[in-house]
């Protein structure tokens, strides 16, 4: 595995591979490697010849500095898992390779629709800065194939978005979440959690499952089961963010009749935020 932390060395072994006409995937990451990451590495390998993987913690997509700070930085470790995975190239970029201009004057991708509703109001600015670095990095590259977790739903269906409106000929592939044994979702933020508060995080997949049971058995009075799910949470001690039944389409609110639904829900433990969903059934 070559680690690269140049533009031009990294679209130069691009290059190379494309005038062979050699497969590109690509998946991007913000490092704090896990099981989650590496299935989007195996997922990526199956239909190309090459993967490249990127860890770069995004300035630009932090709406607050203790969040970026805070971010865990973990490269020797995430180094070792990339190699044993078959990355071939790892891109470690530093801020100023990937924004050599201030941030605040680079040009701005913005998605809309959809992108501006949950955790595009929990946290402004927040989708504009991924759309951005990530127009940037499929700029460099030049994947064929990229993967994304379904766990970032919202993030997932703007970058299918992204790359249709833009006519990119890439591939955006979605891949399960994956979970620990308990249910939790895996995310480098788990890392945030103490001891107690890691035994309580899995109420909040156990509290969506419960929904969409309840869902998939006929229920459609969605308001009240978002509020009884938050009112669940707050009792297990989690803090309020968003729960929601919406539309997969248009992440709207759902109501009675509607089709391909999701649960989306965002919450607090401790100093976590966690992000989950589960597709409804049927
Ligand atoms: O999902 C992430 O880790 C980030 O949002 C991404 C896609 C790597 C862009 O910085």
């Known amino acids: 595995m070559k680690t690269i932390s140049s533009v031009a060395e990294l679209r ?19 490092g704090n490697l896990h099981q989650g990451h590496i299935a989007l590495v195996d997922e990526a390998a199956k239909t190309t010849e090459h993967v490249i993987t990127t860890i770069f913690v995004n300035p630009m997509q932090f709406d607050r500095v203790e969040d970026l700070e805070a971010y865990p930085r973990t490269l020797e ?73 379904q766990k970032d739903i919202q993030q997932l269906l703007m970058i299918q978005k992204m790359v249709r409106d833009l006519n990119m000929p890439i591939e955006v592939i979605g891949l399960p979440t994956v979970r620990e044994t308990d249910g939790l979702a895996m995310s480098s933020r788990n890392n945030y959690l103490n001891e107690q508060e890691r035994v309580t995080a899995p109420k909040f997949n156990q509290v969506l499952t419960k929904m969409v049971k309840r869902v998939t058995e006929g ?63 049927g």
Request: charged share 25%; net charge negative.
């Open 77 to 149: 470790q995430d180094s070792k898992m990339c190699k044993e995975a078959g990355v071939e190239i790892l891109f470690t970029p530093s801020v100023e390779e990937i924004y050599p201009a201030p941030i605040d004057t680079v040009s701005q991708i913005h998605v809309p629709g959809f992108v501006d509703r949950l955790e595009g109001s929990s946290r402004p600015g927040h989708f504009v800065g991924v759309a951005t670095v990530v127009n940037k990095v499929f700029n460099m590259v030049m994947p064929d194939v990229t993967v994304f977790g």
């Open 219 to 281: 229920e459609t009075d969605y308001r009240s089961l978002e509020d009884e799910a938050m009112q669940e949470l707050l009792g297990y001690g989690f803090g309020k963010d968003y729960v929601e039944i919406c539309r997969i389409e248009d992440f709207l609110p759902a109501q009675a009749g509607d089709e391909n639904l999701i649960v989306v829900a965002a919450a607090w433990m401790g100093s976590a935020r966690l992000i989950d969903n589960i597709q409804i059934p």
């Open 12 to 30: 130069k072994a691009c290059q190379q591979w494309r005038n062979a006409g050699e497969r590109i995937g690509l998946v991007m990451t913000m």
